[in-house]
């Protein structure tokens, strides 16, 4: 064999090598950048999951309270109304007498019992003869025949002769002999129930760009709130088969969707399914595919660089690489900063205008340290 023949034959040993190693390198990194991505991504959507999370709870604290506070005041006007009509026996069967006294008292229904727990007056005649024994919504007020004591009153239960919702509250008469329950429609409280929805809840909170949430109703496995692309596209068929949660807990994975790549953080609560998503780089996430094409590109270039053998070419493709490691890490952290800096900017404005409120105050400083712990690891990496 020819000196020729043997120099060249060394180069392509050499540009294969090369080639190789290069190929490796990229499939490393790509991996560690990826896992990066990800973990990265994990975190930003917990922090707004748990923003969910606060807001909810905050919510239903309100619901709550505001639902109590409606029952002492139906069984307040029971009260009321019992003792009127104990004092005026002959209103039990005098209808417009007891017209008047609901409508001063602002109550829609109102239904006389006896001793028994059946109904026999009251402002809707439809109803005489109904006794406690004659379905659910009856069966909840049982209870009070037994015990003299006791007053009771329903959550909002829907009507289905009325077709409306509505609130039950039921006393004893003074004397005892005959009970008083009073029925009404709580408008307002039915409208500030669907203002603290979850849909609602959801819907109130501020969101960055690439970012997205979604909530689905287990009951019905469907979609009812949401944002981007993953709304309309079938989200329960993309993840359903891959996590099975039960209340509280939370999952994460990676799922693909007309060319992009999301990754979900999924949690459940009281019922909804919540998954905050993030759509991935595309710079990222499609290195995965043109690995042959970069092969074959570095291949003709190594090529080129063994057989020119120029200083000038090497030295300008390292600074390209260069600029282009510099872009994509100004890139990269210029958005994992973003992330955690504006979780302290909108906690620290939440936090000043309520400090008087000892335990919002707290759960904002909370999401403010965890946010300053996230910041703190990134620029930690980065040094």
Request: aromatic share 8%.
């Amino acid at each position: 064999m020819t000196d020729y023949h043997t120099k060249h034959l060394k180069m392509w040993h050499v540009v294969l090598i090369v080639c190789l190693f290069l190929i490796s390198a990229i499939i490393i990194e790509d991996g560690l950048t990826t896992l990066t991505i990800e973990r990265n991504a994990h975190k930003s959507t917990g922090i707004l999951l748990n923003q969910v999370e606060t807001a909810w709870n905050e919510s239903a604290k309100n619901v709550a309270l505001h639902t109590e506070e409606l029952k002492e005041s139906y069984l307040s006007r029971a009260k009321a109304i019992a003792y009127i009509v104990s004092q005026n026996p002959a209103m039990i069967d005098d209808r417009a007498a007891l017209n008047e006294i609901a409508a001063m008292q602002g109550v829609d229904e109102i239904h006389i019992f006896d001793t028994a727990g059946c109904i026999i007056a009251g402002t809707e005649p439809k109803y005489y003869g109904f006794s406690m024994d004659s379905g659910e919504q009856m069966a909840f007020f049982k209870p009070i025949l037994s015990d003299a004591a006791l007053e009771l009153c329903q959550d909002i239960t829907p009507n289905t002769a009325e077709n409306k919702s509505m609130m039950y509250g039921m006393v004893w008469s003074p004397d005892g002999t005959f009970l008083v329950q009073v029925g009404v429609t709580p408008t307002r409280f039915l409208e500030a129930v669907k203002e603290n929805s979850i849909v609602q809840v959801v819907g109130r909170l501020p969101l960055m760009d690439g970012f997205h949430l979604y909530v689905m109703d287990l009951a019905t496995r469907e979609i009812i709130a949401g944002t981007g692309e993953l709304m309309n596209s079938g989200l329960a068929s993309l993840y359903e088969d891959k996590v099975a949660l039960k209340d509280g807990e939370s999952a994460g994975f990676t799922i693909a969707h007309k060319g992009d790549t999301y990754y979900c953080h999924c949690r459940v609560l009281d019922g909804y399914l919540i998954t905050a998503a993030y759509t991935l780089s595309s710079s990222v996430v499609n290195r995965h595919v043109p690995l042959v094409v970069t092969a074959l590109f570095m291949t003709v270039s190594g090529i080129i660089i063994l057989l020119m053998f120029s200083r000038l070419y090497k030295a300008n493709e390292a600074a390209e690489a260069a600029a282009k490691a510099k872009t994509d890490f100004l890139f990269n952290m210029s958005h994992d900063i973003r992330t955690p800096m504006n979780a302290i900017i909108g906690f620290t404005r939440l936090a000043k205008e309520h400090q008087d409120d000892r335990e919002k105050l707290n759960s904002y400083l909370d999401i403010i340290e965890i946010s300053n712990e996230f910041l703190l690891s990134i620029i930690n990496n980065t040094l």
